[in-house]
């Protein structure tokens, strides 16, 4: 079955340092998603990415985080100078979008800890 | 803002039994989500229902939707020690998802 791959699985960085975020989509799939959720909370929407353009972002992604794609493949978050509360699992997620009923399936996640 | 919120927040039961966690949100939508999250795990999409659809089923889970009262519930039937983990439910309106705070299942074998 077709899933989302997410590297790292880990990281751990220190304050103020840059850290990309690696995913691969399903293939075929159009819609790009970033959400995180902190340790013992909600999941949280970051950013919907579709036709190469930001679609949506919620107020959490400020000026320090961006999304790339940077080929057909990869799906890049980037977070320019990490905070304490930048600690999370980013999960990265991909749909088909209405032509393959809005299903949106997840990665597993990489833990981030800010240290 | 679209929240789908969870209740009960923890629930525990045995193995056999059923498992019913609801889940209320706020605003029109598409489709709301089901998901499930092992601890410290990715999540695992498990259903969909459209907002024309009002139950769907698949193998032991059965999900309902009442548009008029804007809630959904998941019922797991015949739980087993593996189904042990955080439920979700999401709501979409466009293509974002907006998740709830989740029910702890956790089933004693």
């Known amino acids: 079955e077709p899933e989302v791959t997410q590297t790292p699985s880990h990281q751990v960085t220190q304050m103020g340092q840059e850290v990309i975020l690696r995913c691969v989509p399903i293939s075929n799939h159009l819609y790009f998603y970033w959400y995180r959720q902190i340790l013992g909370q909600k999941v949280e929407f970051l950013v919907s990415?579709?036709?190469?353009?930001?679609?949506?972002k919620s107020e959490i992604f400020d000026d320090q985080f961006s999304v790339e794609r940077p080929d057909g493949s990869n799906f890049t978050l980037k977070i320019r100078s990490t905070k304490l509360e930048d600690s999370a699992m980013y999960f990265c997620?991909?749909?088909?979008?209405?032509?393959?009923?809005?299903?949106?399936?997840f990665g597993e996640g990489s833990w981030l800890t800010v240290v | 803002s679209q929240q789908g919120e969870e209740d009960p927040q923890a629930l525990s039961i045995q193995e056999g039994e059923n498992a019913t966690m609801n889940c209320s949100y706020k605003?029109?939508?598409?489709?709301l989500q089901w998901y499930r999250q092992n601890s410290g795990r990715g999540l695992v999409h498990l259903i969909l229902?459209?907002?024309?659809?009002r139950e769907k089923h698949s193998g032991r889970l059965r999900v309902t939707l009442d548009t008029s009262k804007k809630s959904s519930s998941l019922l797991i039937t015949a739980s087993r020690a593996a189904d042990t983990a955080s439920y979700f439910c999401?709501?979409?309106?466009?293509?974002?998802?907006?998740f709830g705070t989740g029910t702890r299942l956790q089933v004693f074998p």
């Open positions: 999401a709501t979409g309106e466009s293509d974002k998802l907006i």
């Open positions: 990415f579709y036709n190469n353009e930001i679609s949506e």
């Open positions: 997620a991909s749909s088909g979008g209405p032509l393959t009923g809005n299903t949106i399936y």
């Open positions: 605003t029109s939508i598409n489709n």
């Open positions: 229902i459209r907002s024309n659809e």
